[in-house]
Antibody
Framework: QVQLVESGGGVVQPGRSLRLSCAAS????????MHWVRQTPGKGLEWLSF????????YYADSVKGRFTISRDDSKNSLYLDMTSLRPEDTALYFCARDGISGIDFWGQGILVTVSS | DIQLTQSPSFLSASVGDRVTITCRASQGISSFLAWYQQKPGKVPKLLIYEASTLQSGVPSRFSGSGSGTEFTLTISSLQPEDFATYYCQQFTTFPRTFGQGTEVEIK
């Protein structure tokens, strides 16, 4: 079955960096685009970034553009999110998710990132 | 960027009620809209894609309609397990924006 498992979260000071990883299994990873989405505790969903499975196309929300970088390693069935210049408002649960073309059809369980001094 | 506005943000309903949630886009998005259900402490679940296509395994009491800028999610007869927060998301352009969510609570 499809599994997406995020790792790399934790507590980090403002201005510091963190790398999130997402290990995918149960499907042919290289055939799918992948997203990162976050959710602030008690709040709504915020789409962050997308890495296409072809053409190396990547897209970002304005809130993270220039600070976050999405990447993927198809040989390792893994997706990454490199987060720099972290702010308290980046505190959230971060989800790795699979693109189903017209919807996100599988989600990881999420990993918590807390930005605090 | 395309903005999605859901209404209402909160609704209180009883088991058996017919419930309708609206999602309005700031510009036309054809039928490239998805609906998700999220229960407390759980990850979002895809209910409907391309505005009206039911994801496999989703009960038929859920339906979606609309195109362009106005879309609706309808639950024909609300069940206890349907109390959750519902989100729309557009798949026309990047960023892939979400609506702010509609919380459906038991009356």
């Amino acid at each position: 079955q499809v599994q997406l498992v995020e790792s790399g979260g934790g507590v980090v000071q403002p201005g510091r960096s963190l790398r999130l990883s997402c290990a995918a299994s149960g499907f042919t990873f290289r055939y799918y685009g992948m997203h990162w989405v976050r959710q602030t505790p008690g709040k709504g969903l915020e789409w962050l970034s997308f890495a296409a499975h072809v053409g190396n196309n990547k897209y970002y929300a304005d809130s993270v553009k220039g600070r976050f970088t999405i990447s993927r390693d198809d040989s390792k069935n893994s997706l990454y999110l490199d987060m720099t210049s972290l702010r308290p408002e980046d505190t959230a649960l971060y989800f790795c998710a699979r693109d189903g073309i017209s919807g996100i059809d599988f989600w990881g369980q999420g990993i918590l990132v807390t930005v605090s001094s | 960027d395309i903005q999605l506005t859901q209404s209402p943000s909160f609704l209180s309903a009883s088991v058996g009620d017919r419930v309708t949630i609206t999602c309005r886009a700031s510009q036309g998005i054809s039928s490239f809209l998805a609906w998700y259900q999220q229960k407390p402490g759980k990850v979002p679940k895809l209910l409907i894609y391309e505005a009206s296509t039911l994801q496999s395994g989703v009960p038929s009491r859920f339906s979606g309609s609309g195109s362009g800028t106005e879309f609706t999610l309808t639950i024909s007869s609300l069940q206890p397990e349907d109390f959750a927060t519902y989100y729309c998301q557009q798949f026309t352009t990047f960023p892939r924006t979400f609506g702010q969510g509609t919380e459906v609570e038991i009356k």
